[in-house]
C-alpha cells in the first residue's frame, strides 16, 4: 500500500496543472482512485454520506456475473466436447474431465475479455482525456457484459469494432456514463448482428467450433424456430439442462441457476432494480402463456417457463434490463419497462424465425421508450397536484 | 381532527454519540463572554445595522434589520458592547459581535394576556422585539413575510434526524410555558396550528396535553420529524398557498416575551457526535460560543464541528458560535484521508443504506461516520435511491433534474413550493453520484421566488 502511495506520489507532479502530463489527469486520477478511494470531504449541505460509490455499485454488478462466468467458462468448454465426441463412434469418444472442460473455456473467454476492455477503457480514457472529465465506472460492466453476450468464436478484430462502436456512438456522443440512450453492451451485440450477421447468427457460431468442424453448434431457440421439432420432441435436452445451463449458447446466458445466484445478489444488495427483473419475467411469461393457447408454431406452443429458461432472456432480464441508465427510472415506469420488455422478447421469438433471441431487440426498443413512459408517470403526479388545488 | 400518518420510506442512521440525558454546566470561568449574531444565519436576508462598533446593548436591542422589510429586525441575545462587525466580500456583514455583561440586562418590551391582543398586535410585538425571525415560512424555507396570513401552522414537536436534539428532554417541565406560548401563536392564522408528535416512542405529555391545536402523531423513520414532511401530509403547499413553522423552543420564547417583556433567547442545545467525549445537554444563550461546550470534551484527531444536525447543519469552528436555529451541536472526524482499495473492501464499519458492506450482518450496529465523500461526483446513474428515503408524493430525481435545468414551470409542477433542502438532505446522504443536492434545492427555490417576486 504504502508502495503505490510512494509511486503516484513520484508521479503525480507530472500530471498536475502546469506539469508535462498535465493533459492526462484524467488517466492519472483514474488510476489513483481506483487504488485510493480519495480523502475528498463534504463541503456543503449533508456532513456525511453514505459509503457506496459508483465504483462499488459496478463492482457489485460484476461480482453478481462471477457466477455466470464460472459456469459458461465450463460450459464453453464442455458444449465443444460434446461436439467433438458426437462425430465419433461410441468407443472411440473422449471423456473430458471438469478441469479440461474449465480450461478449454477459459482460453476461449480470456482474449475476448482482454480485448473487451482493452479497446473499450481505451476509448473511454481517450474521451476523458480529451474532454478533461475523470473515468467514469460503467465500463467496468459493459466491458465484462459485452464478451458474455457475443458467440465465444467472434473474431476478435470484429469485437474490437463492435466495442469502439458501441462506447463511441452508444454512449459517448451523448456525453458518457449516465447520458447514454442504449444500453452499450447490447449495442455492441446489435452493431455486430446488423454488421456481420454471418458471426452473429445461424446454427453454427454458438459452440466453438461448429462452422468449421462439421457438428451441430445448434440452439434451442434455433431448432425451434426452425419449426421441425417442438420442444417436447428435443431429445437433447430437457428441462432441467436448460435450468442448470447445460446447453448451448453465449457464454454468460446459458445456465439459469447461475443468473438467479447473480440476480439475488443484485437484489440483495439494492443494486439491481427487482421491479425491473420481476416484471419482465411476469411480462414474459404472460406472453409466452397467451402464445401457448394459439400454437401456431413449435415457439408458440413451447411452456411458458421453459421460454424464461432458454436463449438470453433471463440473462437480459437480470443484467441488461436493469442497467439503470437505459432504464425508466420511476418506480411505476419501471413495473411498465419490464413488462413491456417480457411481451416484446417472446413476440419478438415466436414471429420472427430468422431471429429467435428476441430479447437483445425488446430491451433495446425499450431503452429508446423509457423516456416517454416515465414522461407519462411523472405526467399523472403532476395531474395529481393540479387536482389538488381544484379540490 | 388529529392524524396520524405513518411512513415507510426514509432512513434512520445509527450515529454513535447520542446525547446523554443529562444537563451539563459549563463552569463560569470557562464561560466566554464573546456572543455573535450572524445575518447568514437568515437565508437571503440582506441586513441593515443598526448599531456599530462601540455600542452599548441589552438583551432585546435591535442590531440589524431586514433591508426589503424594515420592520423585520434581529436584535442582541445579551446586553453589554458590540464589539466587532466582521465582513466578507462586498463588504457583506458576516457577524456582529457582542462583548457580554456579566448579568444581562434586558430591554423592557410590554407584556399583556393573549385574551387583549389581535393578531396584528401579536405579530407587532414580535416584530419590534426580534422574536419574529423564528417564525418560518414555506415556500423557500425562509423568514416569514409577516403581512402573509398563512393557511396553516406547523410545529413540529420532535427531530428524527441522527443525534438531533430530543425535545420531550430539553423541554421538560416547561409545560405551562409552552401551552402560554402556543396561545399566541394559534392567534396568527386562521386556520389551524398543527403540532406534530413522534409516535414511534411516548411523546411528552407537554405535547400532548397542548390545547388550542391539533395534534398529530407521525410514526417512521427520519425525515418524519420534518416539518416538511408533515407540511405534506397533514396541509400541502400549492401554489400560491403560505404556511408557517416554528420550534418548540421557539414557541418559549414567544412566551416568556409576553409574560417577562424580555428578549430571552436562552435555549437548551445537545452536543453530541462521535468526537464528543461526554455528549450532554446544555443551557445556553442563542450565539454564545460553543468553545464553552467543547474545551477538554473533545476527542483527538481533526474534528468538524456543525451547528446543527450532521444533514444539514453549517460547519462552524471550534470557536465559532451557535447559529440563530439550531439546538443541537454535532462533532465529528473530518475524513480528508485516502483509504486503499476502499471501494472493493467488505467494510463491516461502513453504512450504507444499500447492502453492498457487510455492516448489514450487524443491523443494531452503532457506527461512526466522518466528513469523507467515499467516492467522487458523478452523473446519475443509480435510480430509484432517493425514492427510498423521500417520504413525499414528490418526484425527487425529476424534480432535481429540472431544478438543474432551471425549468421553473417544470419545478412548480413537480412541488418546488413544498421542499425544502432539508428534505433532501437524505438524498444527499445516499447518492451513489455523490450530487450535492441540498445546494441544487435551494439555488432553485431562490430562482423561483426571484420569478416570483
Known sequence: MKLFKNILDTVKPHFLKGGKLEKMYPAYDAFETFLFVPDHTTHSGSHIRDSIDLKRTMAFVVIAMLPCILFGMWNIG???????????????????????????????????????????????????????????????????????????????????????????????????????????????????????????????????????DGYSGETILGQLATNTTSWFDLEKWNTSDAFYGFIPGSLGETSFLAILVGAIILLFTGVGSWRIMLYTFVGGYLTALLFNFWGANYLMSTPAHVQLLIGGFAFGAVFMATDPVTATQTNKGKIIYGLLIGFFAIVIRVFNPAYPEGMMLAILLMNVFAPLIDHYVVGSNIKRRLNRVKV | ???????????????????????????????SSRYVVKPTDFHSLNPKLAVK???????????????????????????????????????????????????ISYEKFQTSNVEDLSREQIIDAMLKSGLWPFIRQRPYSIIANPTDIPKSIFISAFNSAPLSIDNDFALYGMDDLFQKGLDYIVKLTDGVTHLNVDANTNSSQLFLNAKGVQINKFMGPHPAGNVGVQIHHIDPINRGDVVWYLEPQD????????????????????????????????????????????????????????????????????????????????????????????????????????????????????????SNMHGEERAYVVTGQYEKVFPMDIYPLQLIKATMIEDIELMESLGIYEVAPEDFALCEFVCTSKMEVQKIIREGLDLVRKENS
Open chain 1, 78 to 212: 464442455s458444449q465443444y466436447h460434446i461436439g467433438v465426441n458426437s462425430l465419433l463412434p461410441e468407443n472411440e469418444q473422449i471423456s473430458y474431465s471438469f478441469l479440461d472442460n474449465f480450461m478449454f473455456g477459459f482460453w476461449k473467454f480470456l482474449p475476448l475479455l482482454v480485448v473487451s476492455y482493452a479497446v473499450g477503457l481505451a476509448v473511454e480514457f481517450a474521451f476523458a482525456i480529451s474532454r478533461g472529465h475523470s473515468v467514469n465506472e460503467g465500463y467496468l460492466v459493459s466491458g465484462m457484459l459485452i464478451p458474455l453476450i457475443m458467440p465465444i468464436d467472434v473474431p476478435l478484430w470484429m469485437l474490437a469494432i463492435s466495442v469502439v462502436f458501441a462506447v463511441v456512438i452508444g454512449k459517448e456522443v451523448f456525453g458518457g456514463t449516465g447520458m447514454n440512450i442504449l444500453n452499450p453492451a447490447l449495442t455492441a451485440r446489435a452493431f455486430l448482428f446488423f454488421a456481420y450477421p454471418k458471426h452473429m447468427s445461424g446454427d453454427k457460431v454458438w459452440v466453438h467450433g461448429a462452422g468449421t
Open chain 2, 53 to 103: 462598533v462601540g455600542d452599548k446593548v441589552k438583551a432585546g436591542t435591535v442590531l440589524f434589520f431586514d433591508k426589503s422589510n424594515e420592520k423585520i429586525k434581529f436584535c442582541s441575545p445579551v446586553s453589554g458592547e458590540v464589539l466587532e462587525i466582521n465582513r466578507g466580500e462586498k463588504r457583506r456583514i458576516l457577524e456582529v459581535v457582542l462583548l457580554a455583561d456579566s448579568d
Open chain 2, 251 to 370: 414557541v418559549i420564547a414567544v412566551a416568556r416575551l409576553f409574560t417577562d417583556g424580555k428578549y430571552d433567547v436562552s435555549r437548551i442545545v445537545a452536543l453530541c457526535g462521535s468526537q464528543v467525549i461526554k455528549p450532554r445537554y446544555y443551557r445556553v444563550i442563542s450565539g454564545s460560543c460553543v468553545a464553552d461546550l467543547l474545551n477538554d470534551n473533545l476527542k483527538d484527531g481533526e474534528n468538524r464541528v456543525i451547528s446543527g444536525d450532521v444533514l444539514t447543519g453549517k460547519k462552524i469552528s471550534k470557536d465559532g458560535n451557535i447559529g440563530f436555529y439550531d439546538t443541537t451541536i454535532t462533532v465529528v472526524e473530518e475524513g480528508n484521508k485516502q483509504e486503499f482499495l476502499g471501494w472493493i473492501l467488505p467494510g463491516n464499519h461502513k453504512f450504507s443504506a444499500s447492502r453492498t458492506f457487510f455492516s448489514w450482518l450487524q443491523p443494531n450496529k452503532k457506527y461512526i461516520i466522518d
Open chain 2, 1 to 31: 381532527m388529529s392524524k396520524e400518518i405513518r411512513l415507510k420510506k426514509g432512513l434512520n442512521i445509527n450515529l454513535s454519540g447520542v446525547a446523554d440525558k443529562i444537563f451539563a454546566s459549563i463552569k463560569p470561568t470557562d464561560k
